[in-house]
């Protein structure tokens, strides 16, 4: 994509974010990591998934792992029991929309309404406050980074992207995965993906749960627990970043 930043050479774009970051990050700051390094925060995006998302759970489960997981609520209103799965399992749920239209497309007060419309029904699915939301395609500008804090939610961004919409073995996505990772990180992954933002169908044949224990085989050998979002900011420990134009 292009903008002013992503044509600046490597090293000024790093001063760039640094300087964006030490100035609005603590005003319009989206969470993108947490400052234990001993941790990483796994995240599973655009679910639930008919066929992904009981394998996944049961996956966890033997792992004794929770992550968070970024639903939504068109989905999720499809499958009422497997939102219930998520939360029983002891898993934070998080909104990532009603569908998955970028916020960066709504009029400011639409956007608004809709982000607590999507909370309340999340809300009503899960019987617990959803206060975490994660923008479709990470896209963002600070007046919808304003909306969803008008409608009482907290962003939730990425550190780490897996690329697991593109279609290779389980093991190289997985391998993607840990290679971008770091201590205190938060890993983007998919239950299952949306179409990309120009509307490309994306379609994938790995098996997700197969790249879900890769992944978490990886980031225990590299000394790190896998946490939810929650976990991993805790106690005033997020790290914000002033996340636009993505
Ligand atoms: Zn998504």
């Known amino acids: 994509m292009s903008s002013a930043r992503s044509r600046l050479p490597g090293w000024a774009r790093t001063g760039a974010r640094r300087a964006a970051d030490a100035v609005l990050g603590p005003v319009l700051g989206s969470v993108a990591g947490g400052r234990r390094t001993d941790r990483v925060a796994i995240t599973f995006d655009d679910g639930p998934d008919a066929s992904t998302t009981a394998p996944l759970l049961d996956l966890l489960e033997q792992e ?61 699915l899960t019987g617990a406050p959803v206060t975490r939301y994660r923008p479709p395609y990470g896209k963002q500008t600070p007046a919808s980074w304003v909306a969803a804090r008008r ?34 990180g938060i890993l983007l992954l998919h239950e299952r993906v949306e179409p990309g933002p120009a509307g490309e169908p994306v379609s994938t044949s790995f098996d997700r749960v197969a790249m879900a224990r890769q992944v978490l085989h990886d980031v225990t050998a590299r000394g790190w627990s896998p946490v939810t979002v929650a976990e991993l900011v805790r106690d005033g420990g997020a790290r914000r970043t002033a996340w636009f134009g993505h």
């Open 64 to 124: 004794g792992v929770h992550c968070t997981f970024f639903l939504l609520v068109r989905q999720a209103e499809q499958h009422p029991d497997l939102v219930r799965a998520i939360r029983d399992r002891g898993h934070e749920i998080a909104l990532h929309g009603i569908d998955h239209r970028p916020l960066t497309s709504w009029r400011h007060t639409d956007a608004v309404r809709m982000l607590r419309d999507a909370r309340h029904r999340l809300e009503v």
């Open 151 to 184: 409608a009482g939610l907290e962003v939730v961004v990425w550190s780490a992207d897996a690329a697991d919409w593109v279609d290779r073995p389980a093991t190289e996505v997985a391998a993607t995965a840990t290679e971008r990772l770091r201590g205190g």
